[in-house]
């Protein structure tokens, strides 16, 4: 069982930057994969980046050159930093964690981007 609780979102000025960070408990975190995913209103959620047990990350063309995922084992958290935002980054952004068919979701953090 893993337990993720998402922070750092907020309102951000289009071009600005912010760090969401989540933070995980319970389980063995380095053996996980971990991502972050969005919905905005009135869309699916979509899979923005992901980052394995070995360090390889994954990127949605979208924030590709923009966003940067990373994870820090020893303190048990995965990070997205983003960068140039556009008011279309605007959505509730989710940490999931996921190995071997079992999926662990956080409860999401509201980004928006707006003047």
């Known amino acids: 069982q893993v337990q993720l609780v998402e922070s750092g979102g907020g309102l951000v000025q289009p071009g600005g930057s912010v760090r969401l960070s989540c933070a995980a408990s319970?389980?063995?975190?380095?053996?996980?994969?971990l991502a972050w995913y969005r919905q905005a209103p009135g869309k699916q959620r979509e899979l923005v980046a992901s980052i394995t047990i070995t360090g390889r990350t994954n990127y949605v063309d979208s924030v590709k050159g923009r966003f940067t995922i990373s994870r820090d084992n020893a303190e048990r958290t995965v990070y997205l930093q983003m960068s140039s935002l556009k008011p279309e980054d605007t959505a509730v952004y989710y940490c999931?964690?996921?190995?071997?068919?079992?999926?662990?979701w956080g409860q999401g953090t509201q980004v928006t981007v707006s003047s």
């Open positions: 999931n964690a996921n190995r071997s068919g079992r999926v662990y």
């Open positions: 319970g389980s063995v975190f380095s053996l996980y994969t």
